[in-house]
């Protein structure tokens, strides 16, 4: 079997018994690894009720068919997983260089279970797998803990995922760390890494990837390398992903104090790309096979905020600075390093202390809530305090805040669900969906709740972003349309992170899905084309939402807070009001779902999903 290994490593920590389950090429055509394999095998293995952070939860870190190949950001992994934050199923992507080295150490991924009897980290060197004693690793940072692990076994070259102290205590939105500050951030690995005694995973691979034909192989990666390219590709690569807040603040499309304002401009510059350069900004770095380097190195000299390493990209300085009328730069870097540091996703901390300040401000909350600690608008200090008592997660504060803006706000009551801005428990990203409608769509409809990366339709509301998939014209002039926009963006989304690479390569790169398929073809022997990957990225789509059916959800969970629906005086996005009960209607007749949001039996059938439309009958 060429592109994939055929396999994957299965530990259970409970027994420490290690097994090598096979994959059957049938399995791997339809759903190519990553997300979509992970969506498989959590319908297939983690039945509904499961205890998120109990030992029957799997922790899943998956590659794909191009990862460790060389093609461009194929270094990725997905880690998939019941999300102790949400209740249902969540794939989180992390860059880097991890996924890479997983892939070349023989295995198409690694399936963790069970809950070891004391801290444990796993060693895994071309396939050989070991289970060691973590017990003097617990407590550390992330950071510090690859660092320790890297010199205990002797190789600078191993690559490590790690939990910091926030997944450790159960902080509900902590995320896995790799590499340099790089994380699988969304919905909680971290908290259910913690659950299970597992305090990080090590990889050392040094196999080659078979590839059905290496000629054609190497000549699709070094046209994608030489000759593609996009406007937008040198304002990323020189000031990272931090050139949103420089760009798009005009446009409405930044998020400021909760959601509630739609202007600040200087507040934007103070935080973006430009000033991180001429600033703290010591060099660009990138992911694995990328050539875009769009990862930050930054030195902040001044006390308290002194710090030299990973640099925060666009989702932290919002979250921790504009939604927080924040824009001390240094101050937002070092709270985003924090982030790194315990081990927690930054857009779920910025979300929660947005949230927390204004429940103060409006009574609902009092510093005595959170030991002392008195939450204010732009308040610089007050912020990190935030994120150091969340990382800790100690004190009753700091355990209150770290369960999510969802159980916070239903705790506090007395209408603070109207300004708790997150979908099926997963915080909102930074990006305002009054900007566009097509992402609010997206946001009510994600499968693993608010979300602009299971489908980056703001991305392709542009002219003929999709013709081989039918989307073409100029979307975001117009109001008609946003569905099929969503729709096909979330099916892109889909088969990107089952492929297992970055979001911003087939943006950046140019690259229709024949160009992915003429790659995919080269290292599997396989004969996809453009629709056939549309019709997997559909089938890895409908299976993961009627996994979520399945658990519970339905359409009354396809929406959005009322902040987010709300009309703003300013901004780009100025008086407008997101139709969500239209597009939604719209939405499910061009999924082929009926009108409660539900895959119709054809549809499923359509898809290949069968035995799916049957078990969801049965419940």
């Known amino acids: 079997m060429a592109g994939w290994w055929g396999s994957l490593l299965e530990v259970d920590l409970s027994t420490g018994a290690v097994d090598r389950k096979a994959l059957d090429e049938a399995t791997l055509k339809q759903y190519l690894g990553g997300t979509g394999l992970g969506v498989r095998l959590a319908w297939d293995r983690i039945p509904p009720g499961t205890d998120p952070l109990g030992p029957e939860n799997l922790l899943m870190f998956l590659v794909g068919p191009l990862s460790g190949t060389g093609y461009p950001s194929s270094g990725r992994y997905e880690l998939v997983f019941l999300s102790p934050l949400t209740g249902v199923l969540c794939d989180s992507s992390s860059g880097g260089s991890f996924g890479a080295e997983l892939k070349r150490a023989g295995v198409d991924g690694l399936v963790v279970k069970g809950r070891a009897a004391r801290p444990a980290y796993l060693w895994i060197s071309d396939g050989r797998v070991e289970v060691r004693d973590a017990s003097r690793l617990w407590g550390r940072d992330a950071l510090e803990t690859q660092e320790a692990v890297r010199a205990e076994l002797g190789d600078s070259r191993v690559r490590v995922a790690a939990v910091g102290p926030a997944g450790e205590r159960g902080v509900l939105f902590a995320c896995v760390i790799n590499d340099d500050g790089r994380a699988a951030g969304r919905g909680g690995g971290g908290a259910v890494m913690g659950a299970k005694n597992l305090k990080a995973v090590a990889v050392r691979g040094r196999r080659r990837v078979p590839l059905a034909d290496p000629g054609a192989f190497d000549r699709e990666r070094s046209k994608v390398k030489k000759e593609r390219s996009d406007p937008g590709w040198e304002g990323l690569s020189r ?321 959005l807070p009322p902040r987010m629906v709300e009309p703003l005086a300013e901004g780009g996005h100025a008086g407008k009001a997101l139709p969500l009960a239209r597009l939604l209607r719209e939405f499910y007749e061009v999924r082929g779902w009926d009108e409660n949001g539900r895959p119709t039996r054809g549809k499923l059938e359509e898809l290949g999903l069968g035995e799916v439309a049957e078990a969801l009958a049965g419940a």
């Not at 202007?263 to 790309?273: A, D, H, I, S, T």
């Not at 824009?327 to 870097?333: P, R, S, T, W």
Request: charged share 20%; aromatic share 8%.
């Open 239 to 559: 000031y990272g992903t931090a050139t949103v807040l420089d760009n798009n603040w005009g446009t409405g499309d930044v998020p400021v104090k909760n959601f509630s304002v739609g202007l600040w401009e200087q507040g934007c510059l103070n935080l973006g790309g430009k000033r991180m350069s001429q600033t703290i900004l010591v060099e660009g770095r990138g992911c694995h096979a990328c050539r875009i380097r769009c990862g930050r190195w930054v030195r902040v000299p001044r006390h308290p905020y002194a710090f030299v390493g990973p640099g925060p990209e666009y989702e932290s300085l919002a979250a921790l600075g504009t939604l927080n009328l924040v824009d001390d730069l240094e101050a937002v870097a070092y709270a985003a390093h924090l982030c790194n540091l315990y081990g927690l996703d930054t857009i779920s901390t910025g979300s929660v202390v947005a949230f927390a300040t204004e429940a103060m401000e409006r009574g609902l909350l009092s510093p005595a809530d959170l030991g002392g600690l008195h939450l204010s608008w732009g308040d610089a200090s007050a912020l990190v305090a935030a994120v150091e008592l969340i990382g800790e997660a100690k004190s009753p504060g700091g355990r209150l805040l770290g369960q999510g803006v969802r159980r916070l706000s239903a705790r506090l009551g007395g209408g603070a669900a109207d300004f708790a801005c997150e979908v099926k428990g997963l915080e909102a990203p930074m990006h305002d969906p009054r900007c566009y409608f097509s992402l609010g769509l997206t946001y009510a409809v994600s499968n693993r709740g608010a979300c602009h990366l299971h489908g980056y339709s703001n991305s392709f509301e542009r002219r003929d972003p999709l013709p081989e998939w039918g989307l073409c014209g100029d979307h975001r002039r117009f109001k008609e349309g946003k569905a099929q926009v969503a729709a096909v963006a979330q099916d892109h989304a889909a088969l990107v992170d089952s492929l297992v690479l970055c979001s911003f390569m087939p943006l950046f790169y140019r690259l229709q899905p024949s160009d992915l398929a003429l790659a995919l073809n080269a290292a599997t022997g396989a004969e996809f084309c453009a629709l056939g990957l549309r019709r997997a990225g559909e089938r890895i789509s409908n299976l993961h939402r009627c996994y979520n059916l399945r658990a519970g959800l339905g359409k009354a969970d396809d929406r």
